[in-house]
């Protein structure tokens, strides 16, 4: 199949409402990552979905809706707390995990009784679900286990000849993926740490609520257990900034006949002044900004990644959810 990138603007969004409509996937833009939609009403188009990314089937999708009232399309109801998030944070970079419809089909919830729902901050995003007038589920456009595509070219890379069409807008500016918060329990549970941070939906609820640690006990979050977001080459994370000990490593890597490279904020650059090192901008924004993209672009230069992440915001610790399987657990 031949695929095609356009820019997102009135005419490919026509086409886009057309194949979504006949059942065919279109990779849009979000502010997250961008992401391979198609309708959530749509079985057929759905099963494409794991076909194209070769995602386990009981890996659930996010449905992603233009307009808030599309809730009730796809929840069977809204507890209180949910009504406060979704007032105070949709449109946003969080999702949030209700009972289903009957009428959301199993297949775009992995067989769960529960969907997720999210309404994107990005226009681009929205004026795509807008255009093809139903709830679009839509995981990353990526191939499972890659990491998540942030430009359309990185999209195109996965995709190329498995979908019809990429509508191409900016680059995503959060870079990772949303938050994701399960409100179908007695306490909301946070099972993908995002942008919005914990505190942030405690401040909204005036209460305390749970985050997802063992991610091997509980299921409730099945994509959680899978590899994620591995680079070609293999990676290890530090994360004290320990000049020496990255310094060894950097050398022991080297010595193998290999060409490392140390993936840093800016601030820490010069600490490793004649090695390879790739800074990540100055803040942990700027580093999720970029994570994916970089890591992309470092695994065809070099075949082995150091990444030193040190940073200890609430929001870092969001960054350190995906570097922990970047690395695939391997802690330098
Ligand atoms: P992705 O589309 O790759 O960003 O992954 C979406 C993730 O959201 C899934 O892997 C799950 O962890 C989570 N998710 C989606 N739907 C549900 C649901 N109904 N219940 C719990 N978690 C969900
Ligand atoms: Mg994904």
């Not at 070769?54 to 809204?78: C, T, Y």
């Not at 890597?253 to 490279?261: H, Q, R, T």
Request: charged residues 25%; positive net charge.
């Amino acid at each position: 199949m031949e695929t095609l990138v356009k820019k997102l603007n009135f005419f490919s969004l026509k086409k886009a409402k057309r194949l979504v409509r006949a059942g065919q996937l279109v990779a849009f833009p979000t502010e997250t990552v961008y992401g391979l939609g198609a309708s959530v009403f749509n079985e057929e188009a759905i099963a494409k979905i794991f076909v194209a990314k070769g995602r386990p089937q009981d890996n659930p999708l996010i449905a992603h809706i233009a307009d808030k009232k599309d809730v009730l399309l796809l929840a069977s109801s809204v507890p209180p707390d949910a009504k406060k998030i979704i007032d105070a944070f949709m449109p946003g970079s969080i999702t949030v995990v209700l009972p289903k419809k009957p009428t959301v089909p199993d297949r775009a919830t992995g067989g769960l009784d529960t969907v997720a729902i999210r309404m994107p901050a990005s226009k681009e995003a929205r004026r795509f679900i807008a255009a093809c007038g139903t709830p679009i589920v839509a995981p990353s456009a990526n191939t499972s286990g890659r990491p998540s595509p942030t430009t359309a070219e990185e999209v195109y890379a996965d995709m190329n000849g498995k979908i019809p069409l990429i509508l191409k807008g900016k680059k995503c500016e959060v870079g990772i993926e949303s938050t994701v918060v399960d409100f179908t329990g007695d306490i909301p549970v946070v099972l993908r740490p995002g942008i919005v941070t914990r505190s942030e939906i405690e401040a909204v609820l005036g209460k305390k609520i749970e985050v997802l640690t063992d991610t091997t006990q509980k299921v409730n979050s099945p994509g959680v257990r899978y590899k994620h977001y591995a680079p070609a080459c293999p990676c290890v994370l530090n994360l004290d900034g320990n000049k020496e000990k990255i310094v060894a490593r950097y050398d022991e890597i080297k010595a193998e006949g290999k060409n490392p490279v140390i993936m840093c904020l800016d601030g820490l650059k010069a600490d490793f002044v004649g090695l390879n090192v790739f800074g990540m901008g100055e803040s942990d924004k700027d580093f999720a900004h970029n994570l994916y993209g970089a890591l992309r672009e470092l695994e065809k230069k070099y075949d082995y990644i150091i990444i030193v992440w040190n940073a200890d915001t609430e929001f870092a610790d969001s960054v350190f959810n995906r570097l922990e399987r970047v690395a695939a657990h391997n802690l330098l």
